[in-house]
């Protein structure tokens, strides 16, 4: 997922972020590490922190052991070990005031709906920079 330049120039000149992207950590997880790094890239340029997790499992077991607890859990779906959906489900078990974002190319957002934990946002990819951060600022506001 190549980003291109003028994404991120209209990110810079657009973006706003929330006074809540200084207190914000956000995981990202994917098993895709070309897609994480791109996320985290934009995260950074959006002015929040993260720390990205290649493996659902490790990202799950530093949010158990966190303190203070990420902000906000922004996974990718389709993961090998873990799916993001259960991802989540264990993360919320943990920590339920988490707020969480899930992204992917291969399912829809209506078949999100039927989850029993339901991500706070949905994206679907590809995504520009600017659709995450809004959506990032948007789940943080609530």
């Given amino acids: 997922m190549k980003v291109p330049l003028y994404w991120m120039s209209q990110l810079k ?45 490790t990202a799950f077991q530093a949010l158990s052991e966190a303190n203070p607890k990420p902000t906000l859990l922004l996974t990718d779906f389709q993961m090998p070990q873990m799916t993001g959906r259960e991802l989540i489900q264990h993360c919320k078990k943990v920590h339920p005031a988490l707020k969480t974002i899930l992204y992917s190319g291969n399912v829809q957002e209506e078949t999100v709906a039927f989850y029993p934990t339901r991500p706070d946002g949905f994206l679907r990819k590809p995504f520009t920079p600017k659709t995450l951060i809004d959506l990032v600022q948007s789940v943080l506001a609530d």
């Fill in 13 to 57: 000149t657009e973006s706003n972020p929330a006074t809540t992207k200084e207190t914000a950590v956000v995981y990202v997880v994917d098993d895709e590490p070309m897609v994480g790094d791109v996320v985290q890239a934009i995260l950074k340029m959006g002015g929040y922190e993260s720390v990205l997790f290649s493996d659902p499992n």
